[in-house]
């Protein structure tokens, strides 16, 4: 029995016993007091720091807060562990070097890091990390012809500058750096430089100008393709303050298109201990066997494959990869260890996990990626999210389902209650058996070619069929809007493949980069995007795969509902949901939006031009004060706490936002940082808002 039913008990009991004998009443209750204990009370969540992982031992996804992009730098034994400690480069202006210590090694083989400490480094940009067998970690980064290179200094947590190392006659410009060190204590320095490229055609001045053409008039892209290679030095030692022959080493200059993020060594075993691979913007790893016991010499190349022998792609743009020493191979700083494989790019970090085979064709074989973990996690939902709150399970519980730029959706499920909500960390969502993952390919980003591996994915989950299980209904960069029926089981979600929706026999169509809000109003289902005006458009629901145009929305003085201040690849970018946020019977729009969203207008939107040229992503709350049937609304405000004023999580791009009763006493404000945390606001703390 817990304290607070023991008290309540006790006092029915004393009352009975009033009736009966009053004098003994005081003596009673100063006698059985002491005895119960006081019921615990949980200290207040700050409501301004990140939603934690509920799982056991806190454990999540690796990832720096605030960081669209995570880059690798390298690993080194810094504490002194049986497997190397991290160094990632993360965070967002300022950007930090980040130190993950090793904790454990999982059941899979992965390593497992406690959360990161930040270390002082001069380079705030990719650098490479890497550990000599003297126990010395150095870190490598280049500057116009040369490179620098600086020392950890483990008591300190800082990289103290020591030499600059010069290199004469380069092709080009230096883009990354590496180093292969020898048996005798020189190293290869490998250079990666700009080779060929394509030219431009007319796209205009940029991805955000009203001229802005990606595509020509047959849908060919008119931005040209640039490659990158491979280059080598020789240094003497670490130490050295010149570099000597300098040499191509890669077949081509044309080996990895636009660029590679990252160069490592690895070892794949007899024969095969000094190979190099490279990441690339498009996510694939490029494979240079290297068979010279002393130096490098790179006759070819090959790919990562995975168990089927295709190349393995790695979930998100611009991938970069470092090599992790195989647990239980190596016993010291530079000692021999079959390389994994740890990857980053847009999004989280992965862990790829050497079979120790090859195709017939020289290409190593790895495992499918899966998240690198840490310890004490915050929840991760991927970069730019948007969630969208449900019961997703049928527990009884509420749940989140989140998109993300990545283009997957993650469900967190709940484990606490809707009051006191515990979340799990993210699992990916699965249709027909497959990973949801949409991404833009060759033309599906107004943005072009470059944007081909984003999906900026935007779900809401809504019961669009009336079988009393919850769908989803999709937006993407693509603009169109598609449909996920849930063909399962309370308790059981099943979602079947994507489905278009049509209006007028054509695909539902918007702005890029949005989320549809959806509810019922009156006895009929209202959908409302953001259309190809870039304004408010209400459809009505036909049936599961078509809906009417209900025309656009409007303020409560008949004008019409603009969102974007910039044109082109500035447009769209709004993630909608309905609420009814003041209990009066009409649903409200929460409106999460970019900085260059300008609702309702370009003279006094929010949150350009209202908040100025240079300012954050703001969830916005525009009240219905319409009807059911026709509903009209007011002119939108911020969200304002009282710690913090105007709620902006963190990042321009744009991200999510939804009111819910998760957290108690609701409404409140779920909502995240562009770089993939998530924060639940209570509306107790919020401000009052003026129209």
Same mark, same amino acid.
């Given at each position: ?12 009991? *004393? ?44 454990? %999540? ?54 959360? =990161? ?8 940009? &990719? ?5 000599? =067998? ?36 380069? =092709?080009?410009?230096?883009? !990354? ?9 020189? *190293? ?10 394509? =030219?431009? %055609?007319?796209? /205009? ?49 044309? +080996? ?15 024969? &095969? +201990? ?51 020493? &195989?647990? /239980? ?5 530079? !000692? ?35 998240? @690198? ?53 993210? +699992? ?13 390919? #060759? ?61 007028? %026999? ?69 993630? @909608? ?17 970019? &900085? ?19 300012? @954050? ?43 819910? +009763? ?18 639940? #606001? ?10």
């Amino acid at each position: 029995m817990n304290p607070t039913t023991a008290r309540r008990l006790f006092r029915r009991v *004393c009352l009975r016993v009033c009736a009966r004998t009053a004098k003994w009443l005081p003596l009673l209750v100063f006698a059985a007091l002491p005895v119960l204990p006081a019921p615990a009370v949980a200290a207040p969540r700050d409501d301004t720091l990140p939603l934690k992982s509920a799982a056991p031992r806190g454990l %999540g996804p690796v990832a720096v807060r605030d960081t669209l992009t995570h880059v690798v730098l390298g690993t080194a034994r810094v504490y002194g562990s049986a497997q190397p400690d991290l160094f990632v480069l993360g965070g967002r202006k300022p950007v930090t070097v980040n130190l993950f210590k090793w904790l454990r090694t999982s059941d899979d083989g992965a390593p497992v890091f406690a959360p =990161p400490v930040q270390v002082e480094a001069p380079f705030s940009a &990719r650098a490479f990390v890497f550990q000599t =067998p003297d126990g010395v970690t150095h870190a490598l980064w280049h500057s116009g012809k040369e490179v620098r290179r600086a020392v950890f200094d483990p008591r300190a947590l800082a990289f103290m500058p020591a030499n600059t190392i010069a290199l004469p006659d380069l =092709p080009a410009g230096i883009q !990354g750096v590496a180093a292969l060190p020898n048996p005798d204590g020189s *190293c290869e320095l490998i250079l990666e430089f700009n080779g060929d490229s394509t =030219p431009k %055609g007319n796209t /205009g001045k940029n991805a955000s100008s009203p001229d802005w053409r990606p595509y020509d008039a047959a849908g060919i892209s008119t931005q040209g393709m640039r490659y990158r290679f491979l280059a080598a030095a020789h240094i003497e030692s670490p130490a050295a303050t010149a570099a000597t022959h300098v040499r191509q080493i890669s077949p081509t200059r044309r +080996e990895v298109y636009w660029g590679m993020h990252q160069i490592t060594p690895v070892d794949l075993g007899d024969g &095969r +201990e000094r190979g190099l691979v490279t990441g690339g913007r498009l996510g694939v790893f490029t494979y240079y066997p290297n068979a010279d016991p002393s130096g490098l010499v790179t006759p070819r190349r090959a790919f990562v494959v995975g168990r089927d022998g295709n190349i393995l792609r790695h979930p998100s743009v611009s991938a970069g990869v470092m090599a992790y020493p &195989r647990h /239980g191979a190596a016993d010291q700083a530079g !000692g021999r260890g079959l390389s994994d494989l740890i990857a980053a790019g847009e999004g989280g970090l992965y862990f790829y996990k050497f079979t120790g085979e090859f195709t017939t064709a020289g290409s190593p074989i790895y495992e499918d990626p899966s998240p @690198l973990l840490q310890e004490n996690a915050d929840l991760y939902a991927g970069t730019l999210p948007a969630p969208s709150v449900c019961d997703w399970d049928g527990d009884g519980v509420l749940d989140f389902l989140v998109g993300n730029s990545e283009g997957f959706v993650l469900f967190f499920k709940n484990i606490g209650t809707n009051a006191a909500p515990a979340f799990l960390p993210g +699992e990916r969502m699965r249709a027909a058996g497959r990973d949801i993952h949409l991404q833009a390919g #060759y033309s599906g980003s107004v943005q072009g070619t470059p944007e081909a591996r984003w999906g900026y994915n935007s779900p809401t989950v809504f019961d669009w069929n009336g079988d009393g299980l919850p769908d989803i209904i999709m937006g993407d960069i693509t603009g169109n809007y598609t449909l996920y029926l849930n063909r399962g089981a309370p308790g059981a979600p099943r979602l079947d493949a994507v489905l278009p929706l049509y209006c007028d %026999g054509l695909d539902l169509h918007g702005t890029w980069r949005c989320r549809a809000a959806v509810a019922r109003l009156g006895g009929r289902i209202a959908l409302v995007i953001v259309d190809g005006d870039d304004q408010f458009h209400l459809y009505w629901r036909i049936d599961d795969r078509n809906v009417a145009d209900g025309g656009k929305l409007t303020l409560a003085d008949g004008s019409l509902i603009d969102t974007s201040y910039d044109p082109a690849g500035g447009t769209g970018r709004c993630k @909608l949901s309905f609420f009814d946020a003041d209990a009066d019977g009409l649903p409200d729009l929460v409106i999460g939006t970019g &900085r260059r969203s300008a609702i309702p207008d370009k003279k006094r939107g929010w949150p350009m031009p209202s908040l100025g040229q240079r300012t @954050l992503g703001t969830p916005l709350l525009m009240r219905n004060t319409g009807t059911l049937e026709k509903p009209v609304f007011a002119t939108p405000v911020p969200f304002v706490h009282k710690s913090i004023g105007v709620i902006q999580p963190g990042g321009s791009h744009e991200r999510g936002a939804v009111l819910t +009763e998760l957290g108690g006493d609701g409404p409140n404000l779920l909502t995240a940082n562009e770089g993939g945390q998530l924060f639940l #606001y209570l509306g107790k703390n919020f401000k009052a808002r003026e129209p």
